[in-house]
């Protein structure tokens, strides 16, 4: 470890320090200014006097609104600190008529929206950064579908995108030496799979096997930004009740040294950086420390839910026109209402090619508007270059992976190797890479022609 | 302390661990791909997969490059990666067509270069932030005055005001303590009173009434961006030579505590973060850590060097028809060709009022063609709302000194309640905000009419 | 915050990763020495040569080994490594022939028996004291009562003393940001008032007006060595149900500043270092914190339970001989056999002034055989220097709180100023001071003659 | 790195602030009391109440103290607070009338003396540690000689073996990353070969082929105790000026990696801990540390001074009868007394062989009245279990090595799997372990009948 971490440790220190204290009010001017006219001043040359202490009044005054007041000041922000049109319409008249690098510059200037400037200048008081994460999530609250927002929302989408650059983010371990102010989000933000409460958490978290990492950024010093909760086993599991809620194993019982990491929840914890990316260098990241601390691990998948199959499989029952529901199919799905389904071995025995062979079909040949897959959980995967490895029959057995996936859980494999070709197949043509054995459960072959799958995927090492 | 702070501090601890890991170069491709073909990897879908491994190798084969390779790659960032003009010119007459917000974003979108995207990316690899600013450091030296230098380079500026932002910044108390990596770069970065080696280095760190602050990056862990030296005294000095040079007072020896805080260098060390200001926040910041730290400090002041006197005065004596040097002044100038005069205290007697009210003058009344004062560094501190208090005789008889600034030095007064309106008077009317005893070194008084000063700086309070 | 402190982090990030490297095996010798052979090893010259390697072998052993083979070693330390008798014969004799500082020098390194110097070289293992304080503690639950515990125990309690002086600890506040490791030991660790899991934990740890400081050891780090729980409050509580066990206040509630804080709870941690005392300079030096962090605080007191009241007042009613005991309060006792008596207002009111008489007479005049109270919490606080302030009737109605105290909770006042006078009283003639309000609870006076009570105290401010 | 660890590093800042607070100076008593007051009240009943204030007013006020005064208080420790003579030997008749355990506790209890109880209680001041560590250097300064002075000094060092237990310290690199405030002490404390100045400071710490590691107390934060300086090298050096003062190796040349590690310069640092044994463990963590950064280092030696060989020699010369010393070596050294042999290869190499073969016999066979090597850094490495590799002519041509080694320079050499052996063999036999190579520069072979050299050590491997 270098030393001039600690010097920087102690930087850190400051910052956190730094978040306590306020220039003297009396830089501010008339105490009771509405917040519009703190906005204004912080724009003005007055925010370039003393725009620290405008950022930090402004940000106390927000902190006691009530949503009315915000949407008035949200108005306020879309409207009077908007690009100004004229001088748009001049820019780009003047750049149609001589284009060249000086043109360019003043269009670029002049549609630049002194909104970004406001935003930097609210960032100037300490510890505005989570402050305005958080107005961004009000901002889909309280003004989504009225006119400016888009602008709005697009402007802040911008200047997160700079601010929470991946080259700042830094990951963290996150284990039971973590502080408890920490623990309790990451059981208030899981979003896969519901953490039942601290020893629900203790068994995530200590167990000898188990990895959870989050990324954080270094003015957002107590607030993961995601996170993922790590298995390591034998084997690639299919069923996620084999990795939570039972009992820890013995810590004393030797066992032999994993072989799999399962990434079998990954949450994204800030609502206001919705859009902003971080699960896919999340992923890659991990799975570059867990190589480090374990070189005999060799392979890297995750356990998913699949949580719009249920969904789409309604539909494509209801729509009598769609010819990959047969009447067989049909008359099996309607074992589905009985709730007992999945207790008697014949009646889940029956349902399962049905199942499979649609799932198939739902992941390999349906495909959304976009055309790409309709499992959002599919997109996220398929875009970071990893492959539809195996569908899982009673993968997630509780009420809620009943009800949206039927039960069924798949994985997704990280091979480094095939990363980016995999994405790009997937970037550029919509191609779904799956295993062999995900493709032998669709019913027919894909169709010829231009095909949807890249021929060299049908050589991929078959898993299932 | 807070104790989340710990965590963060392994958090980064983290970080700098990171900058040693890079991904298997497996991902790269073709080991020998040029910089040009990784820029434009970067930028491509293949960058969406693999941007970290790209960015890194990318750095990595910069760092490899001569001055000529790396104007080639600068030609490309600013030729290949600058908006296309096509789709801007589309874009502007679309929106002359129908203005309106969907097409005002679509109009931002053409005329935003990949430029920005592209740095974006390159800031992905472990420890790239430092490269990037180096780069432009780079930029600078290599492709200054050519074609598509200032696109570049404005594009640069534009991000690193994001990434630099104020709210990022962590302010740190630089003493003997420090480590001896960050020291010696104080040593070889003081811009205005040179640092003599390290034993004149601890003179100015370590006794009691001394402080030291710099800015700090979290990514740039072991590099200042910016540092202000401090004396803490009993009186306003007028004399360099009395706060640097001498030796250390004994530390046993019981002294009364300070009323003064003198700012007697500040100096910006990263060049490629040229025009990205933080002066100004330094100053007011370390303002707040002193006046908390010893509340009995009730006057905070620069003691400034008055860099380009000289010169100006040369062109003034040269301009025949420049009024405001008399015959008599320039006979009195005439000593200064004699390099005794400062030992001659009948020569340095004489030539005292002359060289004191042509400074008044410089200050106050001579203007650049941008209707600001002429000297730099009266410009940041009257722009930051500092008031110029007090010109000192014979304040810096260092050779230096005496050559630009005939040994004059200055006081700026930063007064924390008029620090609004000093800045508004400065920005908005030019006006130079200045006390009653500088401006009574005028030979004749403000000119009526339009008066360059403000009325109400006439009663401000007279400390000379 | 002084920087060489981050440098000493960084110094005790490597203590703790020392605690993972061991020396190759191959300097132990042969693998299955037995554990005495070690601890012999340990001794001798092999010991000066790779005392580490053997130390920790040592100690592995030891975790391998079940009660019997740990009464085994425990014998052989005992038996083996105790001082040569023959050896202090002589030295004993030499000094009574020629006392003198040459003879008395000798003697006292015949006296020191060889288990200090192997405890002394078992702890050369990284992480080893822990495992020797943990070890202390198998003594008394397996050696207890067999000939040469004493001598062991002595030896351990005197390097303990040395070890674990209060110089090398370090007071730490533990609150909600703590990591979960520590909290879960305050959990388990309680004593006093039970913590009913994690959100009874918040409730005393997060909340505005709470604080708890524990000491912590460098080579301890993740072990609590003693811990204070504090309430912050208007007023001195006399019921501990007010502090503990209801719902959190609301955060945004404004309001007055506490005048006052109660150490209401207070547990060692350590079973193994079982006679070295931490608690008196625990609440000393959290006065001092609390006093710097608030300086409004007047008034440092605790709200203590009175565990062995209920004993000895059954032995008192017991005893027919007991003349403080009346058959009036016989006859009011009975009541106490009515689990019923608390919740019938009659009853209890009828209870109160013989419960508190007889209290009053425990505290202040009952004593045991060393002529100090009997009460064990009373003889902590007393020998501290507090005062014992108030007796409080129904303070604390736990299942808990009734059987041992008859509900009963006592305060003691920590007056900085008196806590010397204090102490000193009880040290040298077991008086007990007290408050007037606690002193007029008694049915008669204190004995005149050679009074217990100092005359001093009897114009002790009375707050009761 | 585990997280709790940073738990601790908040410890530790909170332990540096403790350093700044002090009781309420009314806990003290009469302001004026005199430091023997101090003392008794320490150990006194007073003690027991107030020992952190108390222990701190007697360290301020020693700290105001000069020499006599300073004589006047050791001299109060030594007389007022030794063990009771008359209790001793009360005890002492006790325990040879009834030898037994708890005898023999009482006599051990009578024995130990009050000082030990008295520093114990020093050092509950905050920050008390370094002074009490610096008062034992002033008492070598002051005392030594006059009666006390062993027993106080023995006391203290007792106490200190305690507390700077091996366990208890901290190892850590010392790099150009390290604060000031230690480099600095690193430059005075060297002992070995003097660091002249920040740029030679800089050339030891800083290539990539150097390392420095220190150990530090808990307790001492900014004070190492001892330190050792490193080179990596290709091949066992013998020259110390190919490892000091030339230029650093450019940092991009690239190099083979290094071999073998040099241990060339060990120095202690606190005077006050004297004959606190830390190089032995020192040494062999670093061949640890070194062996876990670097795998492929095989070869753990020392470039080390020959201090006392010339001094020896002079007397063996002067001494008729020393039959070591022939006529033709007599002869031989005469040349010594020519400043220039030095730069006359001639006389150089005349000397060569008369020089080695008696620094072979200082080594082997001359012996101090204890029956061990004369040369106490032979004493040093030989104990800690090294072999003597190598004897290297002209190996310190500085003017301290010529004046007293005659520019002799010795590698020791750390074998891991021999060190036990050699330490057995020196601790038990004095007998010295060395190479073939050394062993062969002895004139005649070492006397055969009871051989000081074991015959196992002929078969060494020899390396020169």
Redesign the interface.
């Known amino acids: 470890?270098?030393?001039?971490?600690?010097?920087?440790?102690?930087?850190?220190?400051?910052?956190?320090?730094?978040g306590r204290?306020y220039?003297?009010s009396?830089?501010v001017?008339p105490q009771r200014e509405d917040i519009g006219g703190l906005a204004r001043a912080l724009l003005s040359?007055?925010g370039?006097?003393?725009g620290?202490a405008i950022a930090r009044e402004l940000l106390d005054r927000y902190r006691g609104l009530g949503p009315d007041d915000r949407k008035v000041f949200f108005r306020i922000i879309a409207e009077d600190f908007?690009?100004d049109?004229d001088a748009?319409?001049a820019a780009?008249?003047a750049?149609?008529e001589a284009?060249g690098?000086?043109t360019?510059?003043q269009?670029?200037d002049a549609?630049?929206?002194p909104r970004q400037e406001f935003f930097?200048r609210l960032?100037?008081?300490?510890g505005?950064?989570a402050e305005i994460v958080a107005m961004r999530r009000d901002l889909f609250r309280i003004l989504k579908g009225e006119?400016?927002f888009?602008?709005v929302d697009?402007d802040m989408a911008h200047?997160f995108?700079?601010?929470f650059?991946?080259?700042?983010l830094?990951?963290?371990?996150i284990?039971?030496?973590?502080?408890?102010?920490?623990?309790e989000k990451i059981i208030r933000y899981e979003a896969v799979h519901e953490i039942q409460?601290?020893e629900d958490l203790?068994r995530r978290l200590e167990p000898a096997d188990r990895r959870c990492f989050a990324f954080?950024h270094?003015?957002l010093?107590?607030e993961p930004l995601i996170f993922v909760e790590v298995a390591l086993t034998r084997d690639v599991p299919g069923h996620i009740q084999d990795l939570i809620g039972g009992p820890a194993p013995a810590a004393s019982e030797p066992r032999p040294a994993p072989s799999t990491a399962v990434f079998y929840s990954i949450s994204n914890c800030q609502e206001g950086l919705r859009g902003i990316s971080f699960g896919?260098?999340l992923i890659?990241?991990v799975v570059?420390e867990l190589a480090?601390e374990q070189p005999q691990l060799k392979t890297f998948v995750t356990l998913s839910p699949v949580p719009t199959f249920a969904r789409w499989l309604d539909r494509a029952v209801a729509d009598e026109g769609a010819r990959i529901v047969t009447d067989a199919d049909r008359l099996a799905l309607q074992m589905l209402s009985d709730p007992g389904w999945l207790d008697d071995p014949e009646e889940a025995e029956a349902l399962k090619p049905t199942l499979l062979a649609l799932a198939a079909h739902y992941f390999l040949q349906a495909r959304s508007h976009d055309n790409r897959p309709i499992d959002p959980v599919a997109r996220f995967h398929l875009g970071?270059?990893a492959r539809l490895e195996r569908i899982n029959w009673l993968g997630d057995v509780s009420e809620k992976g009943l009800r949206e996936g039927h039960g069924l859980m798949v994985n997704y494999l990280y091979e480094?190797?095939d990363?980016?070709r995999?994405?790009?197949a997937y970037?550029?043509d919509g191609e779904v890479v799956a295993s062999r054995g995900v493709r032998a459960l669709l019913r027919s072959p894909p169709r010829t022609g231009k095909s949807k799958l890249d021929p060299k995927a049908l050589v991929a090492k078959q898993s299932d």
């Open positions: 470890m270098p030393i001039n971490v600690s010097f920087l440790q102690d930087l850190l220190t400051t910052v956190a320090e730094q204290q220039l003297p009396a830089l001017g040359g007055r370039e006097a003393s620290v908007k690009p049109p748009v319409k780009a008249a750049f149609l284009p690098e000086a360019m510059l269009l670029r549609v630049e929206s930097r960032n100037l008081a300490p505005a950064t006119p400016g888009n602008a697009d200047l995108a700079s601010w650059n991946r080259g700042f830094v990951l963290r371990r284990d039971w030496q973590t502080p408890a102010v920490i623990l409460g601290w203790r954080f270094p003015s010093i107590d896919n260098f890659k990241q570059e480090r970071n270059g480094l190797k990363i980016e995999n994405h790009e970037a550029n």
